[in-house]
């Protein structure tokens, strides 16, 4: 069983920061890739940033330049630096990690006020 744990939304004004997190714990191995997808009111969930386990990384065009999306492989932990946030880019925001199969967390709110 594998369960993973988000941390670090919250509301911050158009142009502030916020670094989220997200551990996971229980059976971890070859771990493929991880990532994080947002969803916000009203639309399909999207992705915002995926890192593999070679440290490759991909973005969405929205997010590019703003969001740092990083790693630490020795806590399986990976990380979404998100800055000069727009009101936009508000929803909640699923880490999700790739091995035999996908994990998916339980959604951090982010609220960026105009």
């Known amino acids: 069983q594998v369960h993973l744990v988000e941390s670090g939304g919250g509301l911050v004004q158009a142009g502030g920061s916020l670094r989220l997190s997200c551990a996971p714990s229980?059976?971890?191995?070859?771990?493929?890739?991880m990532g994080w997808y947002r969803q916000a009111p009203g639309k399909q969930r999207e992705l915002v940033a995926q890192?593999?386990?070679?440290?490759?990384?991909n973005y969405a065009g929205s997010v590019k330049g703003r969001f740092t999306i990083s790693r630490d492989n020795g806590k399986n932990t990976v990380y979404l630096q998100m800055n000069s946030l727009k009101p936009e880019d508000t929803g909640v925001y699923y880490c999700?990690?790739?091995?035999?199969?996908?994990?998916w967390g339980q959604g951090t709110q982010v609220t960026v006020s105009s």
């Open positions: 999700v990690i790739y091995m035999l199969r996908d994990y």
């Open positions: 890192i593999t386990s070679a440290g490759s990384t």
């Open positions: 229980g059976s971890i191995f070859s771990i493929r890739a």
